[in-house]
């Protein structure tokens, strides 16, 4: 075995046959395999389904004078924003408890921003001639998809293991029709990386143009590890407002991969001063949240130490396939010198920088043999991947048999796509 | 007893001293009386409480090689959408099903056509010079709020026994700048009426000038009856469709008033081009809402006929409540001809038409005495009654003798607030 850019022409003319015939041989056995999205598997999911049972009465559902059943209590049960404190480590005042997406509180806040403004805005932002966001890339591609629909323009930061490349976030702020910034900061998605302290301190001391500069701080896997121990991670509200910055942070989290990805609870993390103007719009926009669920999820997973001992078991289900995932890369990729991958500890991905020019290619064929990823370019601003070679590798739904076939199909494609491009006789 | 208007002043002082006596009386039992708001009472809520235990096991959630508990399907679990279409007489494809509340999704309907347009509009709203909503009144102040902070101006429609009044309708949308109508069809906020069958055609045949004008069919009390047989209602997207306005009608439900009102699930039905439209623009906004909840409900509530039952529960909870206001009128106000109010037979108001510039003294005198109501005024749109007189009155939240004391003080108060009115000497 040999690097494919060092093989003759006719030698990877060779390679391509033995690899179609394999992929032939794939495409027989008809398979149906989804590795698009950051799904949790079945095996997952009845986990943590005691979940469904743990209330059960309607008494639990009256305390402290009130009843979580009946309408009311805009921000939350108060046991759901002190959950949601004590997980993020800020104090309950600073939360908002919602509904089962924090996608959904996360468009609400931009939206409020297109329509009224935000509380340092000159003006709403649908009056704005013009607009920019600042996304991350690779990065997740529904953050993305959010500030398109909303009008922004969608600016690239290159991305790296630290995170966001700092100077270069440093530089665009400047410009003040530059509005905010998307951010993962921990397992970020696809690359699975952990901002810095460094990082974090950087954008909390953020010098913006725009006085209603917003970052939106997804903590969506702030304890999702799968390998090792916890990793702590700061308060960015307290280092914001360190830094002078109190309002410019939205921090959102959710129990999506917690407990049940489309029954969940989600939650938003603000200053005092962001979150009571929210709450003011919000009041015209519902009467309360599903504080039904809200209770049945504090009841369930009760605090901080008890849903890190909970994730123990969704990490004891992830690692495997995680792992698996690794070995293949491993040995049917690494020896031909035509991707490379990370590592991630946490988070739901693995993201493989494949041969540039070879992405899209290697995912049609992964297609036609049954075995569906996320798009080639999902992970950039409008879907344009620059160098047509980030790919997203989300394992967690597949049981682990059919991972490893999907793996072997991935595998086989990528290699006939990275030979193709470097070609044939 | 007489007719206050017709007393002499002297006798009207008379009757006031006697009436502040009692009402000193009444204010230093110390009450903490809530008849402000529709909330279901405990009763209600413990009456329907089975229905945390009805899914309880992970295998419920899975079938047509579908899991409730995972992401997707964002138009709502198929048999929830089968469920709304056969409450409200319409198809299933013409149907959303959303989270617990159905106010968030006429919330929603109304942004999107700020930020985006609807499927008619020749631009965002927010783009719009003007733009108006027809506001029949008095109506639901909830509604009111939404246009209001979506920089609608509010029209107010006159409201009558067989819904708004459609002369004033109809002249009134040759403004092009008028962009939509409130409607509630069924015993409507806060007087309970009924809309004919004429009114119905004929806001299905309207011929706005606006393009995008839209009519907001919020039919949350489509099976609230608490008197007499369940009463039929029209489907008014085979109306409008039938009259060449498909796409002009968003009609919104929820069981907020049949299951739990803070942990319900809510529906949108309109044409299947507007259901195309906006879940589009949704798909960027949220991956799904909880359909485990809606699972959850279309297990307890099965379908139509078995909701009905369901409601005669309610119903037998809610009628002595009903009746014991409507009692209290009676006897404590029919007699000094300073009011009138309905009687409805379903819906959660009684609506008291009191001496004009009256209303907001009496409701003053009612909180001195610890009985909380609605806002006067809170019908109207900005809050502002034109004669002071309308006045809600919410009997389901407090328990039968609460109730009786709270109708008492508020009788009393009234009585005072329309003596001081006509003067005494």
Redesign the interface.
């Known amino acids: 075995m040999s690097q494919y850019a060092a093989m003759s022409p006719s030698l990877r003319a060779q390679e391509i046959a033995g690899l179609k015939t394999q992929l032939s041989g794939f495409e027989q056995l008809g398979c149906q395999l989804d590795m698009s999205?950051g799904?949790?598997g079945?095996e997952q999911?009845?986990s943590v389904?005691d979940i469904?049972?743990v209330?059960?009465?309607?008494e639990q559902?009256?305390f402290a004078g009130q009843?979580?059943?009946?309408?009311?209590q805009l921000a939350g049960l108060p046991c759901a924003r002190e959950y949601w404190a004590d997980m993020l480590g800020c104090r309950p005042e600073q939360t908002i408890v919602g509904?089962?997406?924090s996608?959904?509180l996360m468009?609400d806040v931009l939206?409020r921003g297109?329509?009224?403004g935000l509380p340092h805005s000159p003006r709403?932002w649908?009056q704005e001639a013009e607009k920019k966001f600042l996304c991350p890339a690779p990065g997740y591609d529904?953050h993305f998809?959010?500030t398109e629909?909303?009008g922004f323009s969608l600016i690239p930061i290159p991305m790296t293991p630290a995170g966001p490349n700092m100077d270069a976030v440093e530089e665009a702020v400047r410009d003040p029709s530059v509005k905010g910034i998307w951010c993962v900061p921990k397992y970020s998605n696809p690359q699975g990386y952990v901002y810095s302290d460094e990082t974090c301190r950087r954008i909390a001391a953020l010098r913006p143009a725009a006085p209603d500069f917003t970052v939106m701080w997804d903590n969506a896997y702030c304890v999702h590890e799968f390998e090792g121990d916890f990793l702590p991670f700061p308060d960015i509200l307290s280092l914001c407002a360190d830094a002078g910055n109190a309002d410019m942070v939205y921090e959102f989290a959710s129990t999506?991969k917690i407990t049940?990805?489309?029954?969940g609870i989600s939650a938003l993390a603000a200053s005092e001063e962001n979150i009571r103007y929210h709450l003011g719009?919000m009041g015209?926009?519902?009467?309360?949240?599903?504080?039904?669920?809200q209770l049945r999820h504090v009841l369930y997973l009760k605090d901080r130490a008890h849903t890190l001992a909970l994730m123990r078991r969704h990490a004891e289900i992830l690692a495997p396939k995680f792992r698996l995932v690794l070995e293949k890369l491993d040995e049917q990729l690494a020896p031909y010198g035509i991707a490379r991958w990370n590592r991630p500890k946490g988070g739901y991905f693995v993201c493989v920088e494949a041969m540039p020019g070879t992405a899209k290619r290697a995912l049609a064929l992964c297609a036609g043999a049954g075995v569906k990823l996320t798009e080639a370019g999902a992970t950039y601003p409008y879907g344009l991947d620059p160098n047509d070679s980030m790919i997203r590798i989300a394992p967690s739904l597949p049981p682990l048999e059919e991972l490893e076939q999907a793996m072997d199909i991935f595998c086989t494609c990528l290699r006939i796509a990275a030979l193709e491009k470097l070609g044939s006789i």
């Open positions: 999205r799904k949790p079945r999911l009845d389904s469904l049972t209330l059960d009465s309607g559902c009256c009843d979580a059943r009946n309408y009311g509904g089962n997406a996608l959904n468009y939206a297109c329509l009224f709403p649908c529904r998809r959010i629909q909303l999506s049940l990805p489309g029954a719009l015209v926009q519902t009467i309360s949240y599903d504080k039904v669920n």
